[in-house]
Structure formats: structure tokens, C-alpha cells
């Protein structure tokens, strides 16, 4: 993944089947992002904003989702093992077969999430 990977996710907020592996993408806006199947192991998502976002078959283990916004989001067959979800927002959220293995969710909202 380079610095060009990253800015072109940001620009066009399509990054299916990408590799962002170790991103750095704290408090960004990626509201209605289709991140489907794409890899983001260990990626610092920090307070961003994923809105609305498709998020089906992602890679997320030990990532860090304190504090992000997944209002609405879809995160079928995700994986977010071992992840920081502290402070987060699922509300609304649509998260069926989703592996949350050793995930924080401490303090995490879930209102209405299927």
C-alpha cells in the first residue's frame, strides 16, 4: 500500500478488494465508502467516519476503530477480530456473520444494528 493508495481511496471513497494494510486514515471521512472485501489488517481508522459504508467481507483484525462512526454500514462476513471498537457507533448498522473475537467494545452503541 502506498501514499497514492490511500489518497485515491480518499478521492473516490472506492477501495473494494483493496490492500490497506497498517493504513494511517484517523478521523477521515469515508461516509458511504465501498471498502467490500478489502484488507484493512491493522489499519488506524480512529474517529472516522464510515457512514453508510460497505464494509461486506472486510479484513479489519487489530485494526483501530475507537471512536469511528459505522452508522448504517454494512459489515456482512467481516472480520474484526482482536479490534478496537471502543466508543463506536453501529447504530442502524447491518452486521450479519460478523467475527468480533476478542474486539474492545466497550462503551460501542448498536441501537437498532441487525
Known amino acids: 500500500m502506498s501514499k497514492n493508495d490511500t489518497e ?10 483493496g ?3 497498517w493504513a494511517s486514515l484517523p478521523n477521515e471521512d469515508l ?4 471498502l467490500e472485501d478489502a484488507n ?4 488506524d481508522l480512529s474517529g472516522v467516519n464510515l ?11 487489530k485494526a483501530d476503530l475507537k471512536g469511528a462512526n459505522l452508522n448504517g454500514a454494512i459489515l456482512n462476513e ?3 477480530k482482536d479490534t478496537n ?12 456473520s460478523v467475527i468480533f473475537a476478542g474486539a474492545n467494545i466497550q462503551n460501542s452503541t448498536f441501537n437498532s444494528a441487525e
Request: no cysteine.
Open 78 to 80: 467481516a472480520i474484526l
Open 85 to 96: 471498537l471502543v466508543d463506536s457507533n453501529f447504530s442502524d448498522s447491518t452486521a450479519i
Open 19 to 21: 490492500e490497506y494494510k
Open 8 to 17: 485515491e481511496l480518499l478521492r473516490t471513497k472506492d477501495g473494494s478488494n
Open 40 to 43: 484493512l489488517q491493522g489499519a
Open 51 to 61: 457512514k453508510n459504508a460497505n464494509l461486506s467481507r472486510a479484513q479489519l483484525t
Open 31 to 34: 461516509e458511504g465508502a465501498n
